[in-house]
């Protein structure tokens, strides 16, 4: 499975961006899909995922209500949206993929993309 994440950027605290994590490879429909993130000089944190059965999610308390995780089995994407952004969501975002595991423990995830930068400006 190769996984593409797109979408980082510069904003302001308070904006938005979407990201998106495009596969290829193994069939996308039977995928789950976590997101993470790495800011400098911190570990690797789970933001949020989306299993491949009934589309249900996860978010890890620090985004809930402000991120919004979503598929479109038809494009083989998986987007990130994301509003309301503050400084501290400045970090590196990735995306996993896993057939079986649908939650935000990184060390079950085998396949992952190579990371966007979001930056959030206060």
């Known amino acids: 499975v190769q996984l593409v994440e797109s979408g980082g950027g510069l904003v302001q605290a308070g904006g938005s961006l979407r990201l998106s994590c495009t596969a290829s490879g193994l069939g996308f429909d039977y995928l789950a899909i976590g997101w993470f993130r790495q800011a400098p000089g911190k570990g690797r944190e789970g933001v949020s995922s989306i299993n491949s059965n009934d589309g249900s999610t996860y978010y890890a308390h620090s985004v809930k209500g402000r991120f919004t995780i979503s598929r479109d089995n038809a494009k083989n994407t998986v987007y990130l949206q994301m509003n309301s952004l503050k400084p501290e969501d400045t970090a590196v975002y990735y995306c996993?993929?896993?057939?079986?595991?649908?939650?935000?423990?990184?060390?079950?995830?085998?396949?992952w993309g190579q990371g966007t930068q979001v930056t959030v400006s206060s």
């Open positions: 996993a993929a896993d057939q079986y595991y649908a939650g935000i423990d990184s060390r079950r995830y085998p396949h």
